[in-house]
């Protein structure tokens, strides 16, 4: 058996352990820091050392908002308030003139209307008054016919009664005659025809 030989390390081998025994104690104590920072960190915004630039910021934009706000959107928004508030008067005052001129059409309308009515009115009163004037004029003149009509029937029948009398004056002294020829034989004379013409 081989008997065991004991190596003295040289100088450069110290040095070599030194030196991995350096890095292995850096990379050690690198990793411990950034440990303990992973550990201790958290938000940002909750660390007092944030704070000033935060409220700064927050400053920034609420005087930008502020200054938007007032100038451009408070603007428009009192200019489109106005144009509405306008759209509606102007609208509330085009209804109420077409109220007021629908009111003057429906009174003018109504007035339309009874006019026509009297209109109509007067004229049937008018017309019956003719009809009743045509009808009256025309049964008067419907009398004078039938009354002078009567005239000349009594006229003619006057002149047959007239003449009927004359008629029955002659036959009688006729049959006298006859009837004094035939009781006597003889002849009546003229002063007995008279006498019985007289009589008749």
């Not at 081998?13 to 920072?37: C, L, M, N, R």
């Amino acid at each position: 058996m081989a008997p065991h030989s004991t190596a003295t390390p040289t100088p450069v081998d110290v040095s070599a352990d030194h030196a991995v025994a350096g890095a292995h104690t850096t990379e050690t104590h690198a990793g411990t820091e950034v440990a303990g920072h992973g550990e201790s960190g958290g938000l940002p915004q909750f660390e007092t050392q944030h704070w000033f630039g935060q409220i700064a910021y927050l400053l920034i934009l609420f005087f930008i908002l502020l200054i938007l706000v007032s100038k451009v959107f408070a603007p428009r928004i009192r200019r489109v308030m106005a144009e509405r508030a306008d759209t509606i008067a102007s609208a509330v005052e085009s209804a109420r003139q077409v109220q007021s001129e629908a009111a003057t059409q429906a009174a003018a309308a109504q007035a339309e209307v009874a006019q026509a009515r009297a209109g109509s009115r007067s004229l049937a009163a008018a017309a019956k008054a003719r009809v009743t004037e045509e009808a009256a004029r025309r049964a008067a003149e419907e009398e004078a016919v039938v009354n002078a009509r009567i005239a000349e029937a009594e006229t003619a029948i006057g002149k047959t009664r007239d003449a009927a009398m004359t008629n029955v004056a002659s036959i009688a002294s006729d049959t006298a005659a006859a009837i004094v020829e035939r009781l006597t034989g003889k002849a009546a004379s003229s002063a007995e025809l008279a006498a019985a013409k007289g009589t008749v």
